[in-house]
Nanobody, 123 residues
Framework: QVQLVESGGGLVQAGGSLRLSCAAS????????MGWFRQAPGKEREFVAA????????YYADSVKGRFTISRDNAKNTVYLQMNSLSPEDTAVYYC????????????????WGQGTQVTVSS
C-alpha cells in the first residue's frame, strides 16, 4: 500500500505559476510510475503528466505540454508538478497517483490515489 498526500494548490492569477507536491509513503519501493490527474467541475478526470520512478521517462497531456513539468526527488519520495503560464482552464482539483503494475508510461492506470488539491486560476 502506498499513501499519497498532495500539497501546493491555491489561488493564482492567469499567467502565474504554482508547484504541486505529492509526498509518498508506505511501500514506495513497489512504485513504478507516478502521475498527476485533474478534474474540473462538471468534467471527467483527465490525465496531466506522468513520470517513471527513476525519472527517466515522462509523458504529458497535449494541453499542458510546454507549460507543466513533472519531476521527482526519490530521496524525499516526492513528485512535483511545476505549472507555469496558468490559465482559467487549468482550474481543477489535482490528484497524484502511483502504480506498481507494469504499464507504458502513457497508460492512465494507477493503483493508489491522493485526496487532491484545489488549483484555482482567476482571469
Amino acid at each position: 500500500q502506498v499513501q499519497l498526500v498532495e500539497s501546493g494548490g491555491g489561488l493564482v492569477q492567469a499567467g502565474g505559476s504554482l508547484r504541486l507536491s505529492c509526498a509518498a509513503s508506505g511501500r514506495t519501493f513497489s512504485t513504478r510510475a507516478m502521475g498527476w490527474f485533474r478534474q474540473a467541475p462538471g468534467k471527467e478526470r483527465e490525465f496531466v503528466a506522468a513520470t517513471s520512478w527513476s525519472g527517466g521517462s515522462t509523458y504529458y497531456a497535449d494541453s499542458v505540454k510546454g507549460r507543466f513539468t513533472i519531476s521527482r526527488d526519490n530521496a524525499k519520495n516526492t513528485v512535483y508538478l511545476q505549472m507555469n503560464s496558468l490559465s482559467p482552464e487549468d482550474t481543477a482539483v489535482y490528484y497524484c497517483a502511483a502504480r506498481a503494475r507494469i504499464a507504458p508510461i502513457e497508460a492512465p492506470v494507477y493503483d493508489w490515489w491522493g485526496q487532491g488539491t484545489q488549483v484555482t486560476v482567476s482571469s
